[in-house]
């Protein structure tokens, strides 16, 4: 079974940083992309940023410039590195990963459970 957990969430004021960190375990074979996505309250899911294994990057345009997105292959690691950090970006963030389980046949999305990052003075 193929399990997200992230960690790093919490409050901080305008301006300030976080870092979120999202790690796949289980029975994995391969995993051929992973990211970040958020859900404010009211709102539709949107993508943050997502990095493919090959390091091919895709970040919205509303965190460009702020948010940078790394990985760690090995160790079936994603980071979000969020900076200058605004009110507007206060929501649930999960994280996803297209996942090649072992004894599957094809690539699956996976769910972390969300972490609450709330940006407030």
């Known amino acids: 079974q193929v399990k997200l957990v992230e960690s790093g969430g919490g409050l901080v004021q305008p301006g300030g940083s976080l870092r979120l960190s999202c790690t796949a375990s289980?029975?994995?074979?391969?995993?051929?992309?992973m990211g970040w996505f958020r859900q404010a309250p009211g709102k539709q899911r949107e993508l943050v940023a997502t990095i493919t294994s090959a390091g091919n990057l895709n970040l919205s345009d509303s965190v460009k410039g702020r948010f940078t997105i790394t990985s760690d292959n090995a160790k079936k690691t994603v980071y979000l590195q969020m900076n200058s950090l605004k009110p507007e970006d206060t929501a649930v963030y999960y994280c996803?990963?297209?996942?090649?389980?072992?004894?599957?046949?094809?690539?699956?999305?996976?769910w972390g459970q969300g972490t609450q990052v709330t940006v407030s003075s």
């Open positions: 289980g029975s994995i074979l391969a995993i051929n992309i």
């Open positions: 996803n990963a297209r996942v090649f389980p072992s004894g599957g046949t094809s690539y699956s999305p996976y």
